[in-house]
């Protein structure tokens, strides 16, 4: 279908914006700022000049769905056209999660992939939009690459967009937008597709139809709901209704869809029987905004993202994904350490990289790895280069499905093999940012004082700001959050957040371990009492902060 024809296109003059420096994932604004006249072209232009082989390539593009996604795409259909792109493989209805659109530069060889989502952020016309740039691994774009956008960004007087109209975008089929070819998919079809090499899907639906179990998956609002319906309801037969809140819609229905304790409160009043129905679900999950990340609940039993890594890892043998065996795990270093211990019991390498997903991408290109994790509700493997809330899910099921145990069976016995790591991540959100600042320029200015001081029977060996080397291609990336070391491996670690969109966000990230099976029955914030004190001793959260209490505690 020609929707017009070529025509010569006129660059755009335009001012450039100093605010369009990518965080931890992507430029994230509030919608406001990304409707301002110019401010989405501008960064959209910027990406497309720090990628001299656009001409004639494909791309992939697609969204969460949020709130100006649809319009986004349209504006960024016709710069692609401009810029002579030559076919994108688009989402119906401009939608894709992540992880889908990871699988799909993979599979077409694309150049690369844009992504609008702004993850858990809120959404909705008063919340948050988002926009990264995925390359032809169909990872992240590394740091090189987003530092050469941002210096674009900067400097940037023209963009380029054919003056035409948009295309139907819920209409499968194929399209011609000047000389650019645009292809509209099931956003699902392959990704479900995928699942179905990587897992036992008999196995699993054996599982899930068993009289005595029950599974809730918590889609909230978002992007994965139609994925979860597909695979969880449609192909692996759980019963319909399985999955809540599993419209898509542009608001997230007024929620923060971030699979955690607190947002993700639906699901945790089901787990945990708050309703006193008699029995809760088996099994319950919940992702995020664009279907990256996922929460893992047992009936009355929450599973930590940490734990979740190293049980998986410590059960690869069972799922068909890593039927080539594990290779080496990553984890990001204010993951817990609970998969390095099973890391050393199979003898395979555990790397430690900053947050971010994008450092996994070349130990996952170059076969050191192939499971990763973050504490950020974060699993994947090398099937795609983003982390998968979906996949993470069918693990565990798959995992269930071969032990016929139950969630919380299972991570007791974990903890009785490996010892258990406590761990907590308590948030100081919406700081302000002079504040948080000072708060770290103090802590680092004083961080070699630190080293050899005693809290009660611990000792500080290690304060200093991570700093990672990543072994592949030898690139070394700073600042990446102060680590505080004890001798018995406790760790107090102190990062500001690079996804937020208003002020800062602190977050702090405390553990220890704990080899006696006697005491893995302890509240973990008590657990934790004595670290939670010893870090506001060292960087008077309070006294910087004005706030007594975290807001979020995961
Ligand atoms: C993103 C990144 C993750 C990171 C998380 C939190 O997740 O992809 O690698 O762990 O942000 O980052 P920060 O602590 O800087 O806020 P998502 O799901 O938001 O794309």
Redesign the pocket.
Known sequence: MHYSKPIKVQPVKTQAFNDQKP????L?KKVAQFKKTDYLQNFVQSIFNCLPNLPGSTLILGGDGRYYNRESIQIILRMAAANRVGKVILGQGGILS?PAASHLIRKHKALGGIIL?????PGGMNGDFGI?YNVSNGG?APEEFTNAVYEETKKITEYHIAPIKGIPLDLLGHYTLEKMNIEIINPVQDYAELMKCQFNFDKIKMLINQDNFELCFDAMYAVTGPYAKQILEDELCATPGSVIRGESLPDFGGIHPDPNLVHARRLVAKMFDEEETGSAPNFGAAS???G??NMIMGDYFFVTPSDSLAVIAANAHLIPAFKNGLKGIGR?M?TSQAADRVAEKLGIPCYETP?????FGNLLDAGRINLCG?????TGSDHVR??DGLWAVLCWLNILAERKQSVEDIVRQHWAEYGRNYYTRHDYENIPSESANKLIDTLLANLNTLKGKSFGERTITIADNFSYHDPVDDTVSKNQGIRILFDDGARIIF??????TEGA?L?LYIERYEKDIQQHDLDTQEALYDLIEIAELIANIIGYTGMHEPTVIT
Do not use: I, Q, V
């Open positions: 965080g931890t994932s992507g994230r992540t989502s702004a993850s858990h952020n990264k992240p995020d905004g664009d990256d990340r990001s204010p947050t971010g997903w994008k450092f973050e504490e950020s509700f974060g983003e982390k990062r500001l957040s690079g996804t937020g966000t977050r």
